[in-house]
């Protein structure tokens, strides 16, 4: 099981960026993905989560502003985030659970600075 993140940056905030998970090693329609986050010094967090279903759950506050989606045909998980603010930057984690086993990719760091 693969997961690689991609499309992490600095922005300003307001701004937007799009966070990408390319999943590879088992039967990606099957699975749900969760995208968490890390900001220094405070524990990771769940921000978002679609079933395999396409049903999607988010943390208040990314409320509105945040966007899961998948594409079963290119097995990728996506994060669309808008509306940036400062305290959105940390380090976005995509993860799986595939047999019981908990897989994370590398991260990618999120940065919103003016």
């Known amino acids: 099981v693969q997961l690689v993140e991609s499309g992490g940056g600095l922005t300003q905030p307001g701004g937007s960026l799009r966070l990408s998970c390319a999943a590879s090693g088992f039967i990606f329609s099957l699975h749900g993905f969760r995208w968490y986050r890390q900001a220094p010094g405070k524990q990771r967090e769940l921000v978002a989560h679609i079933f395999s279903s396409g049903s999607t759950n988010y943390v208040d506050s990314v409320k509105g502003r945040f966007t899961i989606s998948r594409d079963n045909a290119k097995s990728t998980v996506y994060l669309q985030m808008s509306s940036l603010k400062p305290e959105d930057t940390a380090v976005y984690y995509c993860?799986?659970?595939?047999?019981?086993?908990?897989?994370w990719g590398q991260g990618t760091q999120v940065t919103v600075s003016s």
């Open positions: 993860n799986v659970v595939s047999n019981t086993v908990n897989y």
